[in-house]
């Protein structure tokens, strides 16, 4: 079973608009980090954030926003007033506490970020 | 430039050849980890590293897979009797100990093999 889901393959928004990445996970375990990575074009995947099981707060960066919600075992990814430079895919990831520390990544949201 | 480094980028062989990927991480993260990427797919996981000692490798794709950390700095990753499904960009990244933070990952190694 798929253990982090992102139902969104491609998304496409016209520059200054927000848009919204969905990411769902799935585990047993009570504790487990959540984190976003961004792979521009050049392919480097680049760290985000993450986030711990016990930690609820939303988090804001700059034009990026956070909100994990437990109950629905989502981590969903907001940027505000979107720019071309965030074209880019974004990965999900999940690591669980019990299995070792593995990462587990989503199959990542491609934005393009139109002028 | 301190960050994750792997050789080389980019690797072309014929099926059934044996090729060998090399990652330097982070000189201070103790934690390296290998994943796999075909396209359209996220990162992977194959095995991890703490120090020399392997972790975990129960998810390396199949017996032509192996990996070393001998001094617990570089490692390599060996894939024996190429197929044509090996073909993939494979990933370095790492970390330092303890409860999972952030991976630092390298800019990678695209293999093609024909």
């Known amino acids: 079973a798929q253990k982090v889901t992102q139902a969104q393959t491609e998304i496409s928004v016209v520059e200054k608009e927000d848009v919204t990445l969905d990411c769902v996970y799935e585990?047993?375990?009570?504790?487990?980090?959540l984190f976003w990575y961004k792979q521009p074009p050049s392919g480097e995947l680049v760290f985000l954030i993450r986030r711990n099981s016990f930690d609820e707060q939303n988090e804001i960066s700059g034009r990026y926003s956070w909100n994990f919600q437990k109950s629905t075992s989502s981590f969903n990814f907001t940027i505000t007033a979107s720019q071309v430079v965030d074209s880019a895919v974004y990965f999900c990831?999940?690591?669980?506490?019990?299995?070792?520390?593995?990462?587990?990544f989503g199959t990542g949201t491609s934005l393009t970020v139109i002028p | 430039d301190t960050g994750v480094s792997q050789n080389p980028r980019h690797k072309i062989t014929k099926r059934g050849q044996n090729v060998t990927f090399r990652c330097d991480p982070i000189s201070e993260h103790n934690r390296l980890y290998w994943y796999r990427q075909t396209l359209g797919q996220g990162p992977e996981f194959l095995t991890y590293?703490?120090?020399?000692?392997?972790?975990?490798k129960s998810r390396l794709l199949s017996d032509r897979f192996s990996a070393e950390r001998p001094k617990g700095s570089f490692s390599t990753l060996e894939i024996q009797r190429t197929e044509q499904g090996d073909s993939a960009m494979y990933l370095c990244?790492?970390?330092?100990?303890?409860?999972?933070?952030?991976?630092?990952f390298g800019p990678g190694t695209r293999l093609t093999v024909t």
């Open positions: 990831a999940l690591s669980e506490a019990g299995t070792g520390n593995q990462f587990y």
């Open positions: 590293f703490q120090n020399e000692a392997q972790l975990e």
């Open positions: 990244a790492s970390t330092t100990p303890g409860i999972p933070r952030e991976q630092y």
């Open positions: 585990t047993r375990d009570t504790t487990y980090y």
